[in-house]
């Protein structure tokens, strides 16, 4: 389901607040490269809100398929502003791209 060069697509609707590559800064939200697997609130110089800090998780793929279906609903107090990905098609690409931006990509289930 979905495909990273789609995700690629897909994410430049994320561009304008996250950067996605290897020494990328953070934006208005947190850079994400190494996004997937790392802890919930793990870039140590952003300023995340207190429900991502008190979160405690990782960012699994089940993760980041329910933060970005409704981030405000997953994780609720969240500064993410963004409504969310309703295709599950969308959102599973999007975490295939993100996965593929990091030093040691996790396998796919």
Same mark, same amino acid.
């Given at each position: 389901?979905?495909?990273?060069? #789609?995700?690629?697509?897909?994410? =430049?609707?994320? %561009?304008?607040?996250? #950067? %996605?590559? =290897?020494?990328? *800064?953070? =934006? $208005?939200? +947190?850079?994400? @490269?190494?996004? %997937?697997? !790392? /802890? %919930?609130?793990?870039?140590? &110089?952003? *300023?995340? #809100?207190?429900?991502?800090?008190?979160? /405690? /998780? &990782?960012?699994?793929?089940?993760?980041?398929?329910?933060?970005?279906?409704?981030?405000?609903?997953? $994780?609720?107090?969240? *500064?993410?502003?963004?409504?969310?990905?309703? *295709?599950?098609?969308? !959102?599973?690409?999007? $975490?295939? @791209?993100?996965?593929?931006? #990091? &030093?040691?990509?996790?396998?796919? +289930?």
């Amino acid at each position: 389901l979905g495909s990273a060069e #789609s995700g690629k697509k897909i994410f =430049k609707k994320c %561009v304008a607040c996250h #950067s %996605v590559v =290897k020494g990328g *800064k953070n =934006k $208005i939200g +947190p850079a994400l @490269y190494n996004v %997937v697997g !790392r /802890k %919930v609130a793990g870039v140590t &110089d952003y *300023k995340y #809100s207190k429900a991502l800090v008190a979160y /405690k /998780k &990782d960012w699994t793929f089940e993760e980041l398929n329910g933060f970005l279906l409704k981030p405000a609903k997953w $994780i609720k107090g969240t *500064k993410m502003a963004y409504a969310g990905l309703k *295709k599950e098609e969308d !959102r599973a690409s999007i $975490i295939k @791209y993100l996965n593929q931006n #990091s &030093d040691s990509p996790i396998p796919l +289930p």
